[in-house]
């Protein structure tokens, strides 16, 4: 697996594994209506562009694909944080936080998924919040935790 950093010709292939994992891998933990919610698969390829290129965006590569992504801004706000659905448990979330967190000091903060949390819980965030976020008129559960160093 290689990590590199971001490039505007990967964002199409991003978004699609975005809209793969969460209506895959979070499949256990929201309801369809919220999955589609969350992805619909109306990506704004442009504003997901500008965003990444403001962050620290780093992607894992495997024969070529794109099997995970991360990014995250300045002051330490991990924005998203997706591996596809095939490549779950290979270790591939963990060296793109490493890398992510390596790169700013710190506090982290991040919007975790309920399939997300115990994840974040193991690299040693808390939950600072549990909050009900609404998109697209569908009510969502996640977590605000914090990471200090």
Known sequence: MEIRQY???????MAELFYNTVHTVNARDYTPAQLNAWATGQVDLEQWNRSFLEHLTLVAVMNGRIVGFGDMAADGYL????????HQG?????ALCDRLEQSTPGPFTTHASITARPFFEKRGYTVVKEQTV????ILLTNYVMVKKN
């Open 7 to 13: 490039q505007p010709a990967d964002c199409r292939e």
């Open 79 to 86: 924005d998203r944080l997706y591996v596809h659905a095939d």
């Open 134 to 137: 609404e998109r697209h008129g």
């Open 90 to 94: 290979q270790g591939i979330a963990t």
